[in-house]
């Protein structure tokens, strides 16, 4: 019998222990990123109502334990865990959270102050990272699959209002783009 | 309503956004220029102690601080025109406040649910037996390179905001100075005052050459606003571009709206 | 919804990644052994046929992969374990070669970003090794006795411009309290 690609994707995350990027889980297996995004979905049917869940970020995938165990892992785990957020971590969380990504000048300018230590400290708490924004100095900062595995989400369109948010901070902050001189003077 | 009903006086406000929210929402008022310009007094008197805020935060204040200044001079100076950069900035400060107000709202999503049912990512490594397996050469020389890398790139504390801030003078020096001139002349023209050569319009921040000039005119035209709150000037103004006078007055009570 | 014992004890073994016994799995769960016996063939049931399975060693039980992908597996341990260290890893083993010691808090606030999935991959390697912060949840890591042998010293004090690069760390590291104080300021 020919072993199907969700047994084999679910073994490869479990032995990896990390999130992996569906490119390298087509890598892994010789399939198509297609084939391997159709596994996981019947994956994740079968993984329904267990112990372990899939958490879905962009293109990566990890296993991790069923939120409603929570409280035991909790007992167990040895590592510290990360329970309070301050109001500037939470306000900048959201942003980049229902933003998908935003860059730190528009944070800044949604929060209307600099964003730049709470933006550290949430990139060491591991809850955003960063990538170099194509063709500008800055950074752009997105969710990672640790933030959705906090929150206890197994992917972004769980959160209540996620698609409306989105939709309305797109729409501000083209509006902002397209107004440099405004952008000029906030700088 | 009374006016010192809602004054601030021990909070902490990280940003002036969120202390324009505040102040809206305890009002029970909804974000509009009609709104802006009632709270623009309350935040005033915050910005009056920006000794107390974080370093480096006091800038966005006196920034957004300008703008309700537009908006004030709009109901307190009938007749008063004002550019279209100058409304699109009133525009847009009710539109950064009403997106803030949904951010903070949609944080509350958060946390509201971090780190309360947690799904725990698998940590610790499944490896039956540790294979050692370094890099290929890994030197004492490599690594000292790597740290040197880590050291370089240690963070550097941000100084500039603070600069700016610091060469500005405080809302309370203003204003001493300003009671002063105004018993020395009886009466002085804006642009005198706040020390610059060009010519300003009523809202005191068009045609300013550098920032610091801009918010050196902001602050001397909250200032002057605070006077005529206090009913200790009168303010002029004989034509829209024309500049705008300062009188002593000791008769009547402030009206304000 | 109440969660049932097996889903429970499949959370407790996935995250534990290592060989648990009856005896620990009742106390975790607070049920006795007969109870984890019963749970255990039921989650041995479920679990047939999928890319993890339950290995049972005596008295004692983990999670596994399932056999039939031991050859990708293998594949991919042997591309991990070869593949070359990044700058990321590679810096943050000269801060545990420098530091002589350090804890993955540390560590993180150096870097300014989380070193979790970077510091598991050094584990996995044998480059590193943890044992638990006495009075903190959370772990210390050190070089592994092989790494420094291949290296070539004893100790820290060994590496090349020790003292120099040893009080810049500090300095910065002793500026980290006025910093936090004034997040929680902020905050």
Do not use: W
Not at chain 2, 114 to 120: A, C, E, L
Not at chain 2, 182 to 197: E, R, T
């Amino acid at each position: 019998m020919k072993t199907s690609l969700d047994i084999k994707i679910e073994a490869i995350l479990f032995f990896q222990g990390e999130p992996s990027s569906l490119k390298k889980l087509a890598e892994y297996t010789e399939s198509s990123v297609e084939e391997v995004k159709d596994a996981i979905l019947k994956l994740k049917q079968r993984l329904s109502d267990g112990g372990v869940v899939i958490v879905e970020n962009r293109d990566e995938v990890s296993l991790g334990t069923n939120p409603e165990v929570s409280s035991i892992i909790e007992k167990i785990n040895k590592e510290e865990l990360s329970k309070d957020l301050g109001k500037a971590s939470l306000e900048t969380l959201a942003i980049i959270f229902y933003k998908g990504q935003a860059s730190k000048r528009e944070i800044d300018y949604i929060r209307g102050v600099n964003s730049g230590f709470i933006l550290r400290n949430l990139l060491i708490r591991g809850l955003v990272c960063r990538e170099e924004e194509k063709g500008e100095r800055g950074f752009i900062y997105k969710p990672t699959i640790e933030l959705l595995a906090h929150v206890g989400i197994e992917k972004a369109e769980e959160m209540p209002e996620f698609e409306s948010m989105k939709k309305e901070l797109e729409i501000f902050l083209t509006a902002k783009n397209t107004d440099e001189q405004i952008t000029d003077a906030e700088q | 309503m009374s006016e010192t009903e809602f004054k601030i006086k021990t909070e902490i406000f990280e940003g002036p956004l969120e202390l324009l929210l505040t102040l809206i929402e305890r009002r029970k008022l909804l974000i509009n220029d009609i709104s802006l310009s009632r709270v623009a007094d309350d935040f005033i008197e915050h910005v009056k102690k920006l000794g107390s805020f974080p370093m480096g935060t006091t800038a966005h204040f006196i920034l957004i601080a300008s703008t309700l200044l537009l908006i004030k001079s709009k109901s307190l100076l009938p007749g008063i025109e004002l550019t279209a950069e100058e409304e699109g900035s009133i525009e847009n400060l009710e539109a950064r406040l009403a997106i803030y107000k949904k951010i903070r709202d949609a944080s509350l999503h958060i946390q509201k649910r971090y780190g309360k049912k947690v799904i725990f990512l698998a940590n610790p490594p499944k490896r039956i037996s540790i294979i050692f397996s370094p890099n290929k050469g890994m030197t004492k020389e490599s690594l000292l390179s790597s740290m040197k890398e880590v050291i370089s790139s240690l963070p550097q504390k941000e100084v500039l905001p603070q600069i700016t801030v610091k060469k500005m003078m405080s809302l309370e020096e203003m204003i001493d100075k300003l009671t002063e001139k105004i018993q020395n002349n009886l009466k002085l023209n804006f642009s005198d005052f706040a020390g610059s050569h060009e010519k300003i319009t009523s809202s005191g921040v068009k045609h300013m050459v550098t920032k610091e000039n801009k918010i050196m005119v902001i602050v001397s035209f909250l200032a002057m606003l605070e006077l005529v709150k206090q009913g200790i000037v009168e303010v002029n103004q004989d034509n829209f571009s024309d500049d705008i006078s300062i009188e002593t007055k000791n008769v009547k009570t402030p009206n304000y709206f």
